[in-house]
């Protein structure tokens, strides 16, 4: 007979990898890895054992992207609703079988590197202002936020990040030959790269080359992630216990587990860096460009844009 521990943690994760985002640029996942589900299924089991809530930890939801073609504005929109309704979603239905249930901590990482994209400090305090509001308003018990001057202390954002460079940080060089000969690194920097070049196009677009924004946006990666990178050390630090989620793709074998929030035909695309688009079947993100694109319009709540509504089924990828 299975220990009824181990039922549990092995039910808990079914859910996951039926959500789970994987980093496509390796020929190879760990699906059928044992070595890796048991390690994950290992992690569970220390709060099923204990009779207390799972407890998942996610860096995610920093900022609006400052690139008007991805996004509607600068606070949340039914992108991150939807997204952290997922969330909330997956707590529910742990609870369903396993009667302490589950909680994430979602560690916002906007203040950690809002400086490199160019992103102020009033802006993200006001979208997380909108989040918690958005998290209390619906009631969902099983979200928590957890931030830079959580983690530090009620100093200036710049002087949390200067704390942060010092205490967490690796050195540029170390991250450059990393991106070098981990596989893992160099998809996680194209894929930040991309995102870092996308924004400067559609902010700069007019006044540089293109060749100058990728250069400027080569360098804007390295720095947001050697600042997420840190960040992730404090997260660890912090909540040593807790099973680590990503909201990026992850590669086979790594101890974050990469998830999907929402629908998308782009694994690497976030309710942050885009737009909620409903087809009249469903609901999907996508950039503000692709909606426009469709000529889908845009839905208006609670006093500022919300989604877009498109006329026909289906969109370009």
């Given at each position: ?21 994987l980093?496509n640029?390796?020929d ?21 054992r ?5 407890h ?31 969330l ?5 239905y ?10 994430i ?51 200036n954002y ?8 010092r ?29 870092m ?5 559609g ?69 942050w860096?885009?737009?909620?688009l ?6 999907s ?25 498109a ?7």
């Amino acid at each position: 007979m299975l220990d009824p521990v181990i039922e549990v943690s092995q039910r808990v994760l079914e859910i996951l990898y039926r959500y789970r985002r994987l980093d496509n640029s390796v020929d190879y996942d760990d699906r059928s890895c044992i070595a890796c589900f048991e390690a994950r299924r290992t992690k569970i089991d220390e709060f099923v054992r204990k009779g207390e809530p799972i407890h998942f930890a996610i860096p995610a939801f920093p900022a609006k992207s400052p690139n008007q073609t991805k996004v509607l504005g600068a606070l949340p929109d039914l992108g991150e609703q939807m997204a952290l309704g997922f969330l909330q979603s997956l707590c529910d239905y742990i609870s369903h079988f396993y009667a302490p249930g589950a909680r994430i901590t979602i560690c916002s990482d906007g203040h950690v590197f809002g400086d490199v994209v160019g992103v102020s400090d009033a802006a993200i305090t006001a979208y997380r202002e909108s989040l918690t509001d958005m998290i209390e308003k619906s009631d969902w018990t099983s979200l928590a936020m957890f931030g830079l001057d959580d983690a530090f202390g009620a100093l200036n954002y710049p002087m949390l990040r200067d704390l942060l460079d010092r205490n967490y940080s690796s050195t540029l060089d170390e991250l450059k030959e990393s991106v070098r000969t981990n596989p893992a690194t160099l998809s996680l920097f194209n894929g930040i790269h991309r995102f870092m070049f996308e924004d400067a196009v559609g902010m700069r677009g007019d006044s540089l080359s293109k060749a100058r924004l990728r250069k400027e946006s080569k360098e804007s990666a390295y720095n947001t992630i050697l600042r997420s990178n840190a960040w992730s050390r404090v997260v660890t630090e912090r909540f040593p216990n807790a099973m680590r989620l990503s909201i990026h793709p992850q590669p086979p074998h790594s101890e974050k587990f990469g998830l999907q929030l929402m629908r998308t035909g782009d694994s690497w695309l976030t309710p942050w860096h885009g737009v909620a688009l409903d087809d009249g079947a469903t609901i999907s993100l996508v950039k503000r460009s692709q909606a426009e694109k469709v000529k889908a319009t845009v839905v208006w709540r609670y006093g500022r844009p919300s989604h877009f509504v498109a006329p026909h089924l289906g969109i370009d990828s």
